[in-house]
């Protein structure tokens, strides 16, 4: 307990200088104004903004991409309460309760909720992850490679089962990334595989421009027809304060919400999203007035907000303790930390405790600067909505481009990104989700690694993987998530996943 908390001061030190503290403001209104914007979303915000943070030292770099992410998660809520349109995915439950908070003249109380909500779980998540995060990373010392393996392919497996259509479309998209991260020099021989004679593709497809275009341009493709947006509803500041009687509904709602967030923030999965839906069916099954919900109740924007805030923290878990990204966004964070020449994994905490902690106690500070920005500047957020989408999208795709050419200062890169971008367009058209090919890039190397390293420990045999216990009960779970996905085309019956959104309607 007593390390902890110096080791606390030690992360208040680093996140608390003047640099940092910048770079994490710059995240974070960045961020909440990537979740105001329809459709954006933080993978693409930070996927945008990934290359901008070549010239930054790893802490301030690492800082200010959580701050997108997590303020995301704040602004996603405003265009939800105010327009009914969700700016990224986790929003969608808030959409109900909040507009229609919003349209009986309670839209400041809904946004301010929202906010205080996000606030609390924000923090308090970032203490249970504080606490869990070290334990967990003194446990993964004892992973060899076919543990790692084994862990890394139940990854795969519970992204495609968490996804919210079939799961063998979400396993198609992961063995597509798993093959794109085949493409450059073989780590262990050398030998130069799949780059048909062009030189840039040695080193390897990169995340940032196969990012860019399955999120940023793909996106802009599907919401370029458009149709008119909705009529904004602008809240005064002295209407923002809710009454007694909606923050005591407030409460327990906000509590509950975080600890389902959190645990369930930890487990791989588009976990943000799954924790909304899981915080407003518990809510509504626990009131005393279900008929509210879906009218205006409190408890369905306190319980999903407060929730898809802790599911930030706790995806941030297995990637500080494991190396493994839970969920995409937390792909583009490892990857940014490998471009900064740091090594994710358990290791991390001991070979750079000052990032580590530095980057805990950022949260912190994190969800103080996103109160401030949430509850007043509200209005100021809103009138982003007013720039024309005519005006918008080519302003985005213009820095898109420059983006991803000052990278590598590649052009290949650029034709990577407009292709994928084609891809993702037609692939969300035709309802694949495409987060599992950005997870299966970033982690194509690390499992081929892991795998080859396996069977030379075993002299090829396969069995290594089921005789270690620990691989063997990874593997176990991974069978029975395959089992569970199974279930409905054996029973003819719909289960819960599909109750989630579609990316495409995110």
């Known amino acids: 307990m007593l390390e902890t908390l110096q080791n606390l001061g030690l992360g208040f030190s680093v996140a608390l200088a003047p640099h940092v503290l910048w770079y994490g403001f710059i995240g974070c209104l960045v961020g909440t104004l990537v979740g105001v914007l329809p459709g954006v979303g933080p993978l693409a915000g930070i996927s945008l903004l990934l290359p901008a943070t070549y010239g930054l030292d790893a802490t301030s770099a690492l800082v200010m991409l959580a701050g997108i992410y997590y303020g995301a998660m704040y602004g996603g809520s405003t265009t939800s309460i105010l327009m009914r349109i969700p700016g990224e ?83 198609a998209m992961a063995a597509l990334g798993l093959l794109l991260g085949m493409i450059g020099i073989d780590q262990m021989s050398g030998y130069f595989r799949f780059a048909y004679g062009i030189a840039e593709l040695g080193d390897g497809i990169g995340v940032v421009p196969v990012a860019v275009g399955l999120f940023g341009l793909a996106e802009i493709l599907l919401t370029a027809g458009m149709a008119n947006p909705p009529e904004v509803i602008r809240p005064k500041l002295r209407d923002l304060l809710p009454s007694r009687q909606e923050w005591r509904e407030a409460n327990w709602p906000i509590w509950r919400g975080t600890v389902i967030g959190f645990l369930i923030g930890i487990i791989p999965g588009s976990a943000h999203v799954i924790s909304t839906f899981v915080s407003y069916a518990v809510e509504r099954k626990v009131s005393k007035h279900p008929e509210e919900f879906g009218r205006g109740a409190v408890a369905g924007v306190a319980g999903p907000e407060s929730a898809n805030n802790a599911a930030t923290s706790g995806a941030f878990v297995p990637m500080l303790a494991l190396g493994v990204p839970g969920v995409p966004v937390a792909a583009l964070l490892l990857a940014a930390m490998m471009v900064h020449g740091v090594t994710p994994g358990p290791l991390l905490i001991h070979q750079d405790p000052k990032l580590f902690w530095g980057f805990i106690a950022s949260m912190y500070v994190g969800n103080v600067i996103l109160l401030i920005l949430n509850l007043p500047l509200v209005g100021l957020f809103v009138n982003l909505l007013r720039v024309p989408y005519p005006v918008m999208y080519p302003i985005i795709l213009v820095c898109s481009i420059l983006g991803v050419y000052a990278v590598n200062s590649s052009v290949v890169d650029v034709w990577i990104m407009l292709a994928t971008g084609v891809l993702g367009y037609v692939l969300r058209k035709l309802d694949f989700e495409t987060a599992p090919i950005v997870l299966g890039l970033v982690l194509a190397p690390m499992m081929e690694l892991s795998l080859r390293q396996s069977l030379a420990m075993s002299a090829g045999s396969y069995l290594i993987f089921v005789t270690r216990p620990i691989s063997l009960v990874l593997l176990g779970v991974g069978v029975v998530l395959v089992v569970l996905a199974l279930r409905p085309l054996i ?7 599909s109750r989630l959104p579609a990316e495409s309607e995110s």
Do not use: H, Q
């Open 491 to 497: 029973t003819r019956s719909l289960d819960w996943r």
């Open 89 to 171: 995915a986790a929003s969608v439950m808030t959409c109900i309760d909040g507009y229609a908070m919003a349209r009986k003249g309670r839209a400041g109380p809904a946004l301010a909720i929202a906010a205080v909500g996000s606030y609390i779980a924000g923090t308090v998540s970032v203490v249970l992850l504080m606490f869990l995060a070290p334990p967990l990373a003194a446990f993964a010392l004892r992973f060899g490679p076919p543990e790692y393996f084994s862990l890394l392919l139940l990854g795969l497996l519970v992204l495609a089962y968490m996804n919210s259509g079939s799961m063998l479309k979400g396993l």
